[in-house]
């Protein structure tokens, strides 16, 4: 099958950015959305972020070939069902989402005649909402796929084209095993700046605004992390409650063994594991997802 139409539903960063770049890559696709606040509508429109902003999400989605939802994982279910009656059989039916296994089976839920292929782009930042977005947000990210047992392998193959053709990286992955990395990878993560940003917060008093007046690099990377859309991540925690709870353990374990190392003077021990740290951080400069130009290549304004 060929992808025509495309439907968007939710227009905020990964939204707003998904058509920005099938406008650059794809021009001969059309492309609907909705946002269910109409000041993002509206937003959306002024910046052409589709090529039609519709008033509701089943106007956007009733000639869809593909159906997108860019909306918070926890929101999924209740944004499918809103446009169930209006979309065709044939539409192939995906996500944004950081969670898959949640976001399966609430599409699954609400759409449970259509063909479902959830998907997460591994791309974003910590900022939010129709003003957010632009075109390169996937250039040479990975997109993972975790298509349910016995969908269409045509349809995996369609979807999979749509993506490497925004520029994005391919793979396909079992939905329980990506929730386990990603947990890894970007949930306890963001957990941690949450929280390390939140205790800085809670000692202002003690340090007297020194907290803020002297962040270096290291704490002021955290408050970027922790900028992130607090909807979306409380919905991902929620939905991934099992597998961040599971890597949550592993790594109270391995912070209470650096406490030990710390509090017996083991120098070696520090030393062993900062090394291996940072050989990871060079992995991640070679493979191209991140830069590796003093701080990243960013520039601060």
């Given at each position: 099958?060929?992808?025509?139409?495309?439907?968007?539903?939710?227009?905020?960063?990964?939204?707003?950015?998904?058509?920005?770049?099938?406008?650059?890559?794809?021009?001969?696709?059309?492309?609907?959305?909705?946002?269910?606040?109409?000041?993002?509508?509206?937003?959306?429109?002024?910046?052409?972020?589709?090529?039609?902003?519709?008033?509701?999400?089943?106007?956007?989605?009733?000639?869809?070939?593909?159906v997108i939802f860019c909306v918070p994982v926890g929101a999924m279910e209740a944004a499918a069902i809103e446009?169930?009656?209006?979309?065709?059989?044939?539409?192939?039916?995906?996500?944004?989402?950081?969670?898959?296994?949640?976001?399966?089976?609430?599409?699954?839920?609400?759409?449970?005649?259509?063909?479902?292929?959830?998907?997460?782009?591994?791309?974003?930042?910590?900022?939010?909402?129709?003003?957010?977005?632009?075109?390169?947000?996937?250039?040479?990210?990975?997109?993972?796929?975790?298509?349910?047992?016995?969908?269409?392998?045509?349809?995996?193959?369609?979807?999979?084209?749509?993506?490497?053709?925004?520029?994005?990286?391919?793979?396909?992955?079992?939905?329980?095993?990506?929730?386990?990395?990603?947990?890894?990878?970007?949930?306890?993560?963001?957990?941690?700046?949450?929280?390390?940003?939140?205790?800085?917060?809670?000692?202002?008093?003690?340090?007297?605004?020194?907290?803020?007046?002297?962040?270096?690099?290291?704490?002021?990377?955290?408050?970027?992390?922790?900028?992130?859309?607090?909807?979306?991540?409380?919905?991902?925690?929620?939905?991934?409650?099992?597998?961040?709870?599971?890597?949550?353990?592993?790594?109270?374990?391995?912070?209470?063994?650096?406490?030990?190392?710390?509090?017996?003077?083991?120098?070696?021990?520090?030393?062993?594991?900062?090394?291996?740290?940072r050989a990871i951080r060079r992995s991640i400069i070679e493979q191209g997802q991140d830069d590796a130009r003093?701080?990243?290549?960013?520039?601060?304004?």
């Amino acid at each position: 099958m060929s992808i025509e139409r495309v439907a968007i539903i939710g227009l905020g960063l990964l939204g707003g950015s998904l058509g920005l770049a099938i406008a650059e890559r794809m021009p001969k696709i059309a492309t609907a959305g909705y946002d269910a606040d109409p000041n993002v509508r509206l937003r959306a429109a002024e910046r052409g972020l589709v090529d039609r902003v519709c008033d509701t999400p089943a106007e956007a989605a009733s000639r869809a070939d593909l159906v997108i939802f860019c909306v918070p994982v926890g929101a999924m279910e209740a944004a499918a069902i809103e446009l169930a009656a209006a979309l065709p059989t044939h539409a192939i039916v995906s996500d944004v989402g950081s969670s898959k296994q949640s976001v399966a089976k609430a599409l699954a839920a609400a759409l449970p005649k259509h063909t479902i292929i959830p998907a997460h782009p591994v791309a974003g930042t910590e900022r939010s909402g129709p003003d957010a977005g632009f075109a390169n947000l996937f250039s040479h990210r990975w997109c993972i796929l975790t298509p349910p047992e016995g969908v269409e392998a045509q349809a995996v193959a369609t979807l999979r084209q749509f993506w490497e053709s925004l520029g994005a990286l391919v793979e396909i992955m079992d939905p329980a095993h990506h929730d386990v990395v990603l947990a890894v990878t970007s949930h306890i993560p963001h957990l941690i700046a949450y929280t390390i940003v939140g205790t800085a917060s809670d000692l202002e008093d003690v340090t007297q605004g020194e907290v803020i007046k002297y962040s270096a690099g290291g704490f002021r990377d955290f408050t970027r992390i922790a900028a992130s859309d607090p909807v979306m991540w409380r919905d991902v925690f929620l939905n991934n409650r099992e597998a961040v709870l599971e890597v949550l353990g592993r790594f109270t374990e391995d912070l209470s063994s650096l406490q030990r190392a710390i509090r017996n003077g083991d120098g070696d021990a520090l030393f062993d594991l900062f090394t291996r740290t940072r050989a990871i951080r060079r992995s991640i400069i070679e493979q191209g997802q991140d830069d590796a130009r003093p701080d990243f290549g960013r520039k601060d304004h």
